[in-house]
């Protein structure tokens, strides 16, 4: 494959908003412009080209990206004499040329399915000298963006996706049309692709789609996900975990997998977003309250030690307080070990922006209290479980505010602290599972100690 010669040696930075699919996709393009023989940097500000990784589901990504991509135009001119500035993702797919609406600095615009191109659409808006935008935003007949190359953020762990595109078109979402309708990669593919990575050193992989419980039903005619999940088990690889899981479509093998597989780690995303049936069925959630309460019994009926994590969303129009009494009621039935909460953010363009809603914002942002403090009350209860114990942890690095700690994740996607042993280096043990004995529990970490040899 050939690349642009006017690429070679120009500095580049990646920026990302969003969800892990857009991480992926940040690593592929890293990678694509890593072998066009650019280099990359930290900071956009020194950077030739600056790519801005988008997500559009909530309205506050718009605004970050408005506000980082509109510091470009003040930002010091590079050493080359011009920088170019892209934007991909799922803005890009949604609003294409508009962008420049938005963004006056903005030379090309990339949508989803339109990674490969990138290389192209640079070369050319450096041959245009910032007079037009270039634009490809086509998303049929495209390839997985999983076949280009990838400079991945961490050694040890790596980003798969098996599917894209959601079928579901909840009434709040944009994925659907920003994504596509759903579309699975092949079994062999996947498979081979964690082989490569486990002969790579990868010791965790992550499984990506906005709805992999849906897996493989535009291939093979039916969900095929717990039969993945057993076909990538057999790999060999460490630890599997797998986001995004639709509630409507969990099905029992996939429990059972969940279940019997032990690199398959015990930890589950399940996003419920209401706990009232009537709201439910207003996001077309295809699942009502009952529902979900009784698949939750059955994974910890299958999995009693399961962490399970959600989203919420609050003040969905015409959300009543007897509404939001029925979400705090199921959070606690449920007993998730965290969750992520959100006011709802009107998506143009979703059946959803279309719906009257009079509640005052001071109500809502009363509920989002609410819930947020009994969401931090279930995440202490929960780590209190794991004091004492021996937790299995996937070294990430050292800590923010103190490089003699390290930092990791537990098989339940807790996060562990524990101190540098005295005679060990911290690079020893980034990339390698230790054992930690668990000797404070606090609301968002784990602290303790190591025990035994890392591995």
């Not at 120009?10 to 890593?34: I, P, W």
């Not at 991909?88 to 600095?105: L, T, V, Y």
């Not at 995004?244 to 059972?256: F, G, H, R, V, Y």
């Not at 098989?411 to 280096?425: A, D, I, M, S």
Request: net charge negative.
């Amino acid at each position: 494959m050939s690349h642009p010669p006017v690429l070679v040696g120009k500095t580049y930075c990646v920026r990302t908003f969003g969800c892990q699919m857009n991480l992926h996709d940040s690593e592929r393009v890293a990678g694509l412009l890593d072998e066009c023989g650019c280099i990359c940097v930290a900071e956009p500000e020194d950077a030739d080209i600056v790519v801005f990784m988008t997500c559009c589901v909530r309205e506050n990504a718009d605004q970050r990206l408005y506000g980082q991509a509109s510091a470009m135009v003040s930002a010091p001119t590079p050493p080359s004499g011009r920088r170019v500035v892209a934007i991909g993702g799922c803005i890009a797919q949604r609003d294409g040329e508009k962008i420049r609406e938005h963004i006056a600095c903005a030379d090309v615009v990339f949508g989803t399915s339109a990674l490969a191109s990138l290389p192209e659409l640079l070369a050319e808006a450096y041959e245009d000298d910032g007079h037009a935008v270039e634009v490809d935003t086509v998303e049929e007949g495209r390839p997985f963006s999983t076949d280009l190359p990838s400079r991945r953020e961490s050694p040890f762990h790596a980003w798969v996706p098996i599917m894209t595109g959601c079928n579901n078109f909840c009434t709040y979402c944009i994925v659907p049309y920003v994504r596509g309708r759903e579309k699975s990669r092949t079994m062999e593919s996947v498979v081979s692709e964690v082989e490569r990575l486990v002969a790579d050193g990868v010791h965790e992989v992550t499984l990506l789609g906005q709805n992999v419980n849906s897996y493989g039903r535009n291939i093979y005619g039916e969900p095929r996900f717990a039969e993945l999940l057993r076909a990538v088990s057999a790999t060999g690889v460490e630890r599997i975990r797998f986001t995004s899981s639709n509630p409507k479509d969990l099905s029992d093998e996939t429990i059972a997998a969940m279940a019997e597989l032990p690199n398959v780690m015990p930890h589950l995303h399940l996003a419920v977003q209401s706990g009232s049936t009537r709201v439910l069925r207003a996001m077309n959630r295809s699942y009502t309250r009952e529902e979900y309460l009784d698949l939750v019994r059955r994974l910890r009926a299958a999995l009693p030690d399961i962490a399970l994590s959600t989203d919420i969303i609050v003040g969905f129009p015409g959300e009543t307080e007897e509404d939001f009494q029925d979400t705090l009621s199921l959070v606690r039935e449920a007993a998730f070990s965290s969750a992520y909460t959100f006011i709802y953010s009107r998506r143009p363009g979703t059946p959803a922006a279309k719906m009257p809603d009079d509640t005052p914002h001071e109500v809502i942002q009363d509920r989002f209290d609410r819930l947020a403090a009994l969401v931090a009350e279930q995440a202490h209860d929960a780590n209190q479980a794991d004091l004492g114990k021996l937790v299995s942890v996937l070294v990430e690095g050292t800590s923010k505010r103190d490089d003699s700690v390290m930092v990791g994740h537990s098989e339940k996607n807790q996060t562990v602290h524990f101190p540098l042993p005295e005679g060990r280096t911290a690079d020893e043990l980034v990339g390698t599972v230790c054992d930690v004995r668990v000797e404070e529990a606090r609301t968002w970490y784990l602290r303790g100690s190591l025990e035994g040899e890392p591995r």
